[in-house]
Each structure stands twice: as C-alpha cells, then as structure tokens.
C-alpha cells in the first residue's frame, strides 16, 4: 500500500511526472517522518548517529598527528602539507559530492519517484570512480610541485609524498564509500554510513601503528603507513556500502544490469555536487594557501596557524553531522511542495550549528592550550597558534552559520550562490592577509585578522542567498 506521504504530485522541477511507485513501508514510515514529524526532535534523531561521524573524524585528525608527531618533526610538518588535500578528497565525497547524492535521492523520494531514487544510486557510483580517477591522476602527478611550493624541502617534502601518494594512490576507496554512503542518507538513514566510517576508524588505529613504526612481520613504512592504515579499512567500507545497497533491507537499490548513463540524472546530482565540490575544495584550498602565506615566516609559524586552522577540520564534521539531516529533511519537504516547513527545518538546523561552533571557538580563544598541546610542545608553535585561536576562535560562530546554510542550499538543489560566498571568503582572506603582512607589516597577527574577517563575510553572504531562494514556479494551467 502506498503512503500518501509520498504520493503527492512531484515538484515541477524534478521533471516529467512519473507514476509514482508503490513504496515498501520502511521508506514510507521514514519519509513520513520527514515530512509529518516535529522539526527539531526529527533533527536531532536524524543528527545523532553522525555524532559517530564526527567523532571519526576528529580520531583521523588527533590520532595521525600523535603518532606521526613521534616520528619525528619533518614528519608532522610533512604531514600537514598533504593533510589538507587528503580531507580535501574525503569531504568532497562526503558533503560536497555527496550531498548531492542525498539532495537528488531525498527529492526523488520527496515526490514518490523511487524508481528515479534507483537510478541516481547507479549514478552515484559512476560518479565515485570518475573522481577518484580525476583525484589519484591530478594529485600524483601534482604533489611535489604544490608541497614544493607550501614550503616542503628535503626530509619534510619527502615524509609529505610518502604519506600522500598512498592515500591518493587508494582515492578511489574513499569516494565509493562516501557516494553511496550520501545515496543512503538521502533516504534518511543516517546510522548506515556513520556506522561504517565509524569501522573505518577504529581498524584505521590499529593498523596505522603497525605500519608506521613496524610489529613482528610488518616493516616500519613510516609515514606512508599511515596512508595505507587510511585506504585499507575505507577499500573495505566501500564493499559493506555496495553489498548493502544491493539487499533488499536498503529503500533504494545499486543495480547493475540493464542500466545505461542518464545525462537527466548526472545532472540532477551535479547541480547540487559540484557547487558543494567546489565548496568543499575552496574550504581545503583556503588553508592551503592561508599555510604557504603564513610560511613566509618560518616553519614553525606555519606549523602554528596549521595546528590551529585543525579545530576548523573539528567544525566541518560538526556541521556535517547535522547539515547531512538538513539536507535530506529540506530536500524531502521541498520536494513534496511542503516550502514553508522547508525553511523552518533550514533556520532551526543552522542555528544549532553556528551555536556548537560558535561555543567550541569561544572555549579554545579562552584556553588554546587544550588543543594546540595534543599535536606539539614546541614554544614558538604553542604561540602562533595560540595568537591565532584567540583571533579567530570568537568568529567561529559565524563560520558555522555559514557551513549550516551551505547544506540548506544544497537541500534546496541550489549551491552556487553558497559556493560563490565561500569563494569570497578565501579571497577576502588571503588578499587582506597578504596586504597585511606585505604592505602594512601587520605580520602574522595582521593575516590572523583578514582570516576572522573572511569568516564575517562568509556568514553575511551565504544568509543573503538563503533568503533570496524562493519556490519554483507552478505551471500554468492548460
């Protein structure tokens, strides 16, 4: 029997209508609860097994730094050269990409289109091995020249590569996981894909250190055993992810056979992937660059703004962990035509990100020694970092309200205007930090402060195109 919650005429912008498909009662019962249910319960119960998400994340972050840290300091330098382009590629595929997937896949369901549901699964995963092969070639190929350029030299460059090419070198294990992993959230299943990167994880700790330092058969890879202690449990997810999406306990299903490529469905995940792709990369690209300026003086003042720029990697998950479920909420209630409950799940869900970031930013300006002493007890790293937290810790709350209303964007299937004002924020960030440190010799708290004022304007903008977003137009009648 199928749910009324989910036979409603299909938004007009999805495309021809289609006969809807009769629904099992899971994927009624859960689409039901995205539409019907109390907004911010349905919020948190949807957010809660991200939590998982988040910790995972914050154990990659925390836990290579310990140990690569042990091995010695051209090791942790180098380590945080290739860091940003590895979390580069992990969350492209899980919110940029990704939530495109979710985007596409909420909205078919939104508008009762399962069998549209099914096909975006395939596509999704045509998508996985396209960007893994982009990410290993561009990246290979690219690495010595950019860690060259970041202020990568001898030992340190060479810890860098090794670390990187491996990563890079398994790419592909990471977007298969995140794609279909995004294809399952949009159906409002959250624990799936949370649980397994959670797996992910744990195997990743155990197995890094015994690639790194070496126990009983296994040789000291130094820090390219940390890339292989990556790509090895992710190879694995990735398999979980596919064998799950092909049982018949999952609401959409992968098939294979019979499926021919769809421009019509590409698209449908593109409009909303590539804006959150490019997001994702300026997010990553800005502290690249922000770390080659800072580098200008001294290794140890890069070193400094990296290990304090980490806590921004703690706030992406953060808002991954609910922007995931405002996505697949927005995108369900925008695609059953329910536009007024859209923008209140939109508000309640952005305000609770920029309240957890804002509160964690605030915490280390006051006391930067809680997370600056996990990665180093060298005096003048603790110094710039701790300069740097203080600066731009209090405006992190305006960081989070630009990372919530990102995913609204992207729950609407609109994200150019978001990607366009985190794009300004890296400009406004490295061109005011330049002018700082090279025409006014601010030094590094001058670049500090450009960086807390880019984050300003990223919040202004990002809500400036939330509100000019408005239903798409009815057709007329015949």
Known sequence: MTDPSIADPPSPYLGPIAKPTPVARPAAARTKMLLDAPIFTTLLRLAAPNILNLIAFVAVIIFDGFFLGRIGTDALAGASLAFPWIMLVLQTTNSGMGAGVSSAVARALGAGKRERADELAFHAFLLALALAAVFSTVMLLAAPHIFGWMGGRDRMLMDALSYANVAFGGAVSITVLNLLGNAVRGTGNMSLHAGVLVGCVIAHIGLAPLLMFGYGPFPALGPAGAGWGLVIPFGVGSLIMIFYLRSSRSIVHLNFRGQMPRWELFADILKVGVPGLINTSITNLSVVVLTGIAGQFGPETAIGYAMGARLEYIMQPIAFGFGTAIVAMVGTNWGAQQYDRARQIAWTGTATIAVLCGTLGLIVALQPGIWLGLFSHDAEVARVGAMYLRIVGPVYVCFGLGLGLFFVCQGYGRGFAAMTANAVRMLVSA?????????????????????????????????????RISPPAMPSAP
């Open 431 to 467: 061109g005011a930090g330049l002018a700082a440190v090279y025409w006014l010799d601010l030094g590094a708290t001058g670049l500090f402060a450009a960086i807390a004022v880019g984050f300003c304007i990223y919040a202004g903008l990002t809500a400036l195109a939330v509100v």
